[in-house]
Nanobody, 123 residues
Framework: QLQASGGGLVQPGGSLRLSCTAS????????MGWFRQAPGKEREFVSA????????YYADSVKSRFTISRDNAKNTVYLEMSSLKPEDTAIYYC??????????????????WGQGTLVTVSS
């Protein structure tokens, strides 16, 4: 089970931190990440992090604005979002998997999905 939190309403240029804690069948031994889906659009990759935290991956649209990190002792992944734009408005989904792979950018690369947390960027 993946439990995400931290979404909310923020003004353009503002910041938010999303958190996602894994429990049950999900654990801290595999990659974790975030996807998002904006209204009327397809779900898209945002960011991912390897099991060790040594590898981080970002969509071009969020690179240099978002930072992903993880705390394996807490089974938690974080997404620090700054310089937020209205186009970042979406439901953000936490993901993980139960196998090792070097692929991170496709929704099919992940086995488990959280319920999503809504981020709204608006003035």
């Amino acid at each position: 089970q993946l439990q995400a939190s931290g979404g909310g309403l923020v003004q353009p240029g503002g910041s938010l931190r999303l958190s996602c804690t894994a429990s049950g069948r999900t654990n801290n031994n595999y990659a974790m990440g975030w996807f998002r889906q904006a209204p009327g659009k397809e779900r898209e990759f945002v960011s991912a992090i390897s099991w060790s935290g040594g590898g981080t991956y970002y969509a071009d649209s969020v690179k240099s604005r978002f930072t992903i990190s993880r705390d394996n002792a807490k089974n938690t992944v974080y997404l620090e979002m700054s310089s937020l734009k209205p186009e970042d408005t979406a439901i953000y989904y936490c993901v993980t998997r139960d196998y090792y792979s070097g692929s991170y950018y496709s929704s099919g690369d992940f086995t488990f999905w959280g319920q999503g947390t809504l981020v709204t960027v608006s003035s």
